[in-house]
């Protein structure tokens, strides 16, 4: 592989068509340019039309993808890991905790957020992972072949990164690039006139193996760095003598599985024939090319219908009223002067058109006003609204699943291994509010029986008491809650043999706040009328799935069961006996070894 093969690859994707059926061609590039222009309201073809006069963009495609990225949203929060079989589930839930607080200092929301607001962008989004750090591609300069269904069995990957001199120095140390060759790559960048960039190609795919500066015909999965720097060398006579051959910066032999794992993509709609995904504003390129038009249109309309005009049969009334004659001047002539109508009586049509298109965009993007959140038209019956609705959301649901998976794969191959080596040291943990609850929840009644177990070892008594048992769950939890929150260390190597799956929880993730609102205040109105609904088991499993419906989970409201002291230790008790102090807590998590707290 050399600078020459590489550029002419580049060329063939922006300048080739490809065939996804006799008679439908694409190119991605042609493609992606388009959608920048339209997502940011500007013509290709200019601001100025044909007759001089300014051209309006009525953007259409804008708030679509707004409602797209809302309506497929889900946050770190429903990111969850599942114990296994013969995982420890305790185990399980602090790797899950610590999880959290390490994507948010790593802000991935941030990156899920990116990645629902360029999917109905451009329909595909592509991010990069290097030793645990996500970087987005900016697709413009990703070149691939266009017809490949995904990737990985695309026959090569090319990312075009541009640098500056400071930049390309650092990401050469980086690297660990051969100084020679970087200040090669230097010197002939200085001798370019046309351009203020350092332009790296960095290739994933087959290359052919060379002897003697020959094909060998031994073929080798290999990763390069091509410098595209330097100018053609002539001699007096114009004769090339020097052709521009660039810097091979680094080549290694690679693996396609580590490619798999370096670039992850994610789609909306995929159509086969075609790598890129489809998009919104593909798909309302032709509602938006009509809506300018019709908007253009209209405006030129509306100037002819602002102006003044008057009629006259009397040739000495030639000229023009607003200059040549002053308030209070009378007129003679031999006939009346009357204004000519240029009143615009294709407003209607107009309208009509307009509406007629904006409701194509909504069909072709289910962005409809029940889902924007505005008002529906006076008279529409509530079960109508509500089936649009469902029928809506269900459609947003699928594609979020889509992603969902696309991104629990991501996850489980490449990001939560990173987070387990990160976290291999000794590190501490902080719990508050329902994870302080949780955890004492899950700790509690190991505690307690090693309580028991040492009075009735201790004391030579009786086997204490349900009350007494109650009693000593509730100094234990007190104990622990003692500040409102608690510091833990987490060993070295603690989530080493950790058995758990990754899952994605995005029930309820497009349920309407007012819905959510109206849920809540039912649930508190049922609750009010029967507090036995938190009791009865029966009564409690319909409370739970009227949460659910209503996208609430019950463990935001309801806490594990805790009992008070009043609830398990009567005001006044017999003679003759009593509850012994249980003894401090130890630094270790029940059956976990060391965990200071």
């Known amino acids: 592989m050399n600078l020459k093969a590489i550029n002419k690859e580049i060329d063939d994707f922006k300048t080739k068509q490809i065939s996804i059926v006799p008679g439908l061609t694409f190119n991605q590039y042609d493609l992606l340019n388009r959608i920048y222009f339209y997502y940011y309201s500007k013509f290709q073809t200019g601001e100025i039309d044909s007759d001089g006069d300014r051209k309006y963009f009525f953007n259409i495609v804008k708030n679509p993808c707004k409602v797209f990225s809302k309506s497929i949203d889900f946050d770190t929060k429903n990111i969850r890991l599942l114990t296994t079989g013969g995982g420890d589930p305790l185990k399980t839930w602090f790797m899950e905790r610590d999880l959290k607080y390490w994507m948010r200092d790593k802000e991935f929301g941030k990156v899920l957020n990116r990645i629902f607001k360029e999917l109905p962008i451009f329909g595909s989004v592509v991010l990069k992972i290097i030793n645990g750090e996500i970087y987005f591609v900016d697709l413009r300069n990703f070149i691939i072949e266009q017809q490949t269904d995904c990737l990985e069995n695309s026959n090569y990957i090319i990312e075009i990164h541009n640098y500056t001199v400071p930049e390309f120095r ?58 595209d720097v330097g100018v053609d060398e002539y001699d007096q006579w114009n004769n090339l003598t020097a052709p521009k051959k660039g810097v091979q910066l680094a080549s290694d032999i690679w693996s396609q599985e580590e490619t798999e794992k370096t670039y992850w993509e994610f789609h909306t709609d995929k159509m086969g024939g075609r790598w890129l995904g489809i998009g919104v504003v593909e798909s309302l390129i032709e509602p938006q090319i009509k809506q300018n038009e019709i908007a253009n249109q209209q405006s030129k309309t509306s100037y002819w219908a602002s102006l003044r005009l008057f009629f006259s049969q009397d040739p000495k009334m030639s000229g023009n009223l607003l200059t040549e004659k002053r308030n209070g001047d009378v007129i003679t002539g031999d006939a009346a002067i009357t204004q000519i109508d240029m009143s615009d009586r294709n407003l209607a049509f107009f309208n009509q058109e307009t509406q007629k298109w904006l409701s194509n965009r ?32 269900s459609y947003f649901e699928g594609i979020q699943e889509d992603v969902a998976l696309s991104i629990k794969e991501m996850l489980y191959e490449v990001i939560i291994p990173y987070f387990e080596k990160e976290q291999s040291v000794e590190h501490t943990i ?15 009644n190991e505690m307690v029986f090693k309580e028991m177990i040492r009075m009735i070892v201790d004391n030579n008594s009786k086997f204490p008491t349900d009350e007494d048992r109650d009693a000593i769950g509730i100094a234990i939890a007190e104990s622990i809650k003692q500040g409102k929150e608690k510091i833990l260390t987490v060993p070295k190597n603690y989530y080493k043999d950790v058995k758990y799956d990754v899952d994605i929880d995005i029930t309820g993730e497009s349920i309407d706040t007012r819905v959510r609102q109206a849920t809540i205040f039912s649930i508190l109105q049922a609750i009010t009328a029967d507090p036995s609904m938190t009791k009865d088991p029966v009564k409690k499993k319909i409370l739970y799935m009227m949460m659910e419906n209503g996208g609430i989970s019950p463990d935001d409201i309801f806490d594990s069961e805790q009992k008070d002291v009043e609830d398990v230790m009567p005001m006044e008790r017999g003679s003759g006996g009593g509850v012994s102090s249980p003894i401090a807590l130890t630094n270790n998590i029940p059956g976990q070894g060391s965990m200071t707290m």
């Open 170 to 227: 650092k990401i050469a140390k980086e690297m660990k690039w051969d100084g020679d060759k970087v200040n090669e790559t230097v010197n002939m960048f200085r001798k370019m006139k046309d351009t203020s960039h350092i332009r790296v190609y960095e290739r994933y795919g087959d290359v052919e193996g060379e002897t003697d500066g020959a094909p060998n015909g031994k073929w080798e999965y290999r990763r390069e760095f091509w410098a």
């Open 362 to 393: 909504d069909e072709l993007t289910f962005s409809y006003d029940v889902v924007q959140g505005e008002r529906l038209p006076a008279g529409t019956p509530l079960g109508s609204a509500n089936i649009a609705m469902s029928q809506t959301l």
């Open 430 to 444: 902080r719990l508050v509010g329902q994870d302080l609850n949780k955890y004492i929840d899950m700790v509690k």
